[in-house]
């Protein structure tokens, strides 16, 4: 009997262990959208990091994203909202890869524990004519 409820806990740990290493993402909605949503390839969707676009649009969701390494961030988002149909993505919260380092009282030794920042954008849809560039065979 113990063996047959250690064999189903293997499993089960390593599918908890490898559903926790990557980032997740949350979606937020925001605003209608101008136009039906389109999904599309993920290198569809252009990234902004250090400026507002020239277009007009609407902010349709917001984009969060929390765990993994920070440089995962960027290409989970921009998967989720090529799935959502997001012409755009304006990051409000670039992710950071952080280092804590401390003393721990019990083993007398020198920890370190990383972390990182999160990340946040938000999903722009263009308004006006004929949408956002290429779709889904891009």
């Known amino acids: 009997m113990m063996s047959a409820a250690r064999s189903l806990l293997v499993p089960l740990a390593a599918c908890a262990l490898l559903a926790a290493c990557g980032p997740k993402v949350s ?6 959208s101008p136009r039906p949503f389109t999904p599309r390839n993920a290198m569809a969707v ?5 400026g507002l676009p020239q277009r007009p649009y609407v902010e349709v969701a917001a984009l969060a994203a929390k765990g993994g390494n920070a440089e995962e961030h960027v290409p989970a988002m921009r998967e989720e909202a090529g799935k959502l149909g997001c012409d755009a993505l304006v990051f ?3 992710p950071r890869d952080a280092t804590a380092t401390g003393y721990n ?4 030794g020198v920890t370190s524990t990383s972390a990182n920042s999160g990340s946040s954008a938000t999903c722009v849809v263009w308004t006006g004519g004929g949408g956002g560039g290429p779709g889904p065979g891009y």
């Open 92 to 94: 409000t919260s670039m």
């Open 105 to 108: 009282w019990k083993t007398g």
């Open 27 to 32: 979606v937020t909605p925001l605003n209608p």
């Open 46 to 50: 252009e990234i902004f990091t250090t």
